[in-house]
């Protein structure tokens, strides 16, 4: 994708966080509030489901350089949201909950690296989907406890939907084959070396054997030479034991901070109507939860700098792309705001943390061909079936009063 699709990606994300915010401010009616509620959901899903699809052909390594180039979308995506909404008031309280985000997501390269990708996506999703319907049904860390016009739907759709992601976790992805394993589709390089040059390792993925034979070779002495290689070479000396052990308990805590991370902007809106002077409406909260992810990303990023000895991994090819991802991202969460401050936590969060798996599974089918063989399509048909079914209950629950 060129520049010109980044941009009309942001103007994008202007124009429906303006028309989300009109219609989270107006003083329309219940239903009108609902369907736009609803909307806004949709497109998170379909946002969250999409965001990596830019950087699916790229390389990014141990992801730390990647999440930070995303993370400075985001933080361009919440001056612009900023300005349309007019400037309100900074709370930065509200920037704990991108901190909490940021630092789930930092966890999840070395999640999947230690346990694998299926196990590592049950465990976070099922952890960020309770996370979040539990802290606006029962009311944790102060918040007020949300109700729904039938609670007993509630409870079974969001019980479903935790059935969904552990299906999802099921599918099996066709493994990359020989030629895409071995293709290099990327520059590496690599800041830093006895003198401190800078090593660029390239390779076209031409046939040209001597070219390649020298790339290697000046990859080999940019790592040795450095003394230092990828971060998770560090993950592959623990035993395989303690990887499970490690990797079970940092998918958890990933889990529990992806699902806490609307809890500081919702505490500010609770306590907004006991009459202190917080905003009600959630979009207000987007610029500085997207600060607290941007100087979050950029902590972590200077940490794993230190780390490196000075010598970070930097994937030029993935700077574009992670950045159209991160725009993708950011219009998901702006649009999940809105979700959540018209139809509630106990129902947009199953639902957005649910959605995305069938969406991202479209993709794998359709576009990227991941998912073949009946046993994969048929498991898949079942997590679809069963999300429905979920969304569906939620769904029913916020609009039925039986």
């Known amino acids: 994708m060129n520049d010109s699709s980044a941009v009309l990606l942001q103007a994008s994300s202007c124009s ?10 107006s003083t329309t009616s219940s239903g009108t509030s609902d369907a736009w509620g609803f909307v806004a959901l949709g497109i998170a899903v379909l946002g969250f489901g999409s965001n990596f699809v830019p950087v699916k052909k790229f390389k990014t390594g141990d992801g730390v350089f990647f999440q930070w180039v995303m993370c400075c979308a985001v933080w361009i995506s919440g001056v612009i949201t900023l300005a349309i909404t007019g400037f309100p008031k900074f709370e930065p309280v509200a920037m704990l909950g991108g901190v909490l985000w940021c630092s789930g997501n930092i966890l ?8 694998g990708l299926a196990l590592g996506l049950s465990l976070w999703g099922v952890t960020n989907l309770l996370m979040g319907w539990c802290s606006g049904t029962f009311g944790l860390f102060g918040l007020h406890k949300q109700t729904v016009a039938t609670p007993e739907f509630n409870y079974v759709g969001a019980t479903v939907c935790v059935l969904a992601v552990v299906i999802f976790a099921m599918v099996k992805s066709k493994p990359k084959s020989k030629e895409e394993s071995t293709r290099l589709t990327d520059r590496e390089v690599v800041v830093g070396g006895d003198w401190g040059e800078v090593k660029v390792v390239h390779d076209s993925g031409s046939g040209d054997t001597e070219a390649q034979d020298s790339a290697r070779s000046i990859e080999k002495v940019a790592v040795s030479s450095t003394g230092d290689t990828d971060l998770l070479a560090y993950l592959d000396r623990i035993p395989v034991l303690y990887k499970r052990i490690v990797g079970i308990g940092l998918a958890l805590i990933s889990g529990l901070f992806y699902g806490s991370n609307f809890d500081p902007p919702q505490w500010l809106i609770d306590h907004g109507e006991d009459g202190e002077k917080h905003s009600a409406n959630g979009i207000d909260y987007v610029f500085p939860h997207f600060c607290g992810i941007f100087l979050t990303s950029t902590a972590y990023f200077l940490i794993y700098c230190a780390a490196m000895k000075n010598r970070p991994r930097i994937y030029p090819e993935a700077i574009t792309p992670g950045f159209i991802s991160g725009l993708i991202w950011a219009l998901a969460q702006v649009s999940l705001f809105v979700a959540n401050s018209t139809l509630s936590m106990v129902v ?11 969406v991202a599974a479209i993709w794998g089918v359709l576009v990227f061909h991941e998912i073949t063989g009946k046993v994969p399509l048929l498991t898949l048909l079942a997590a679809f079936v069963v999300t429905i079914v979920g969304v569906v209950f939620i769904t029913l629950s916020k609009t039925v009063d039986l």
Request: hydrophobic share 50%.
């Open 16 to 25: 429906l966080s303006s028309e989300f915010a009109n219609a989270t401010s």
């Open 108 to 115: 999840a390269v070395p999640i999947i690296h230690l346990i």
């Open 348 to 358: 947009a969060f199953p639902i957005s943390a649910t959605g995305p798996g069938l």
